[in-house]
């Protein structure tokens, strides 16, 4: 069946500017969570969200880090006002929510360069 | 809470030999231990899992790692390596429950030479 997916796979913008990444779950899995994937810093969480719960937005780096998850489905992590910094592979990975197990899928990542 | 430490950041090794990457973790609680591996500009796939039960665990492609609770070690391992083995492979902890994040290790790139 298909798997995550992510879209753009690549996308450049300038410093400042705003960016919307999304990703399509595996149909079914009611948990979602968000990674960020960079040189300096290796594979780390920025958020869940798992059925109708309240998200966990522990990992967010700053308050210019935002996302939602519409319907219980596709996710947008946005990003506001753009920092070299944030040049990363975005992942986003979902699950299909087993109390005794915690295998997530990931998608392909998005890649996103800030000039 | 959890932390992950991949203690060789980069393993090279001929094909067909034997590898071994290693994982140690910390946590004051019992945890989920994965192993995923990451083929270039790809995502994550999972290659094995530890969640209960029997120490010696077996993935795709030939993987198996071994969990030793008092070592706290989760190491990987292949008796003979291919060239389509060479990737990027994290180690990752969670708490033991569904829907929770994973904590990475860095990573250990694995070369394998011809």
């Known amino acids: 069946g298909a798997g995550v997916s992510q879209s753009p796979s690549n996308k450049v913008t300038e410093k400042g500017k705003d960016v919307e990444l999304r990703c399509d779950p595996i149909?079914?899995?009611?948990?979602l969570y968000w990674y960020r994937q960079s040189l300096g810093q290796g594979l780390e969480f920025l958020i869940y969200f798992q059925g109708n719960s309240a998200p966990d937005k522990s990992g967010l780096p700053s308050d210019r880090f935002s996302a939602e998850r519409t319907g219980g489905s596709v996710s947008t992590l946005t990003i506001q006002r753009t920092q070299q910094e944030d040049s990363a592979v975005y992942l986003c990975?979902?699950?299909?929510?087993?109390?005794?197990?915690?295998?997530?899928?990931f998608g392909p990542g998005t890649r996103l360069t800030v000039l | 809470a959890q932390s992950v430490t991949q203690l060789d950041s980069q393993v090279p090794v001929f094909e067909e030999a034997p590898v071994e990457l290693r994982c140690n973790y910390s946590?004051?609680?019992?945890?989920?231990l994965f192993w995923y591996v990451q083929y270039p500009n790809q995502g994550l796939q999972l290659l094995l899992k530890?969640?209960?039960?029997?120490?010696l665990v077996k993935g795709i492609n030939g993987f198996e790692a071994e969990f030793n609770k008092s070592q706290t070690s989760f190491h990987l391992r292949k008796p003979s390596v291919h060239i389509s083995d060479t990737a990027e492979y994290f180690c990752a902890v969670s708490a033991p429950s569904g829907n929770t994040p994973l904590v990475f290790g860095k990573g250990t790139r694995l070369s394998v030479i011809a």
């Open positions: 530890y969640l209960s039960g029997s120490t």
């Open positions: 149909s079914g899995h009611t948990a």
């Open positions: 946590s004051s609680v019992s945890v989920y």
């Open positions: 990975a979902s699950s299909p929510g087993l109390a005794r197990s915690n295998e997530q899928f």
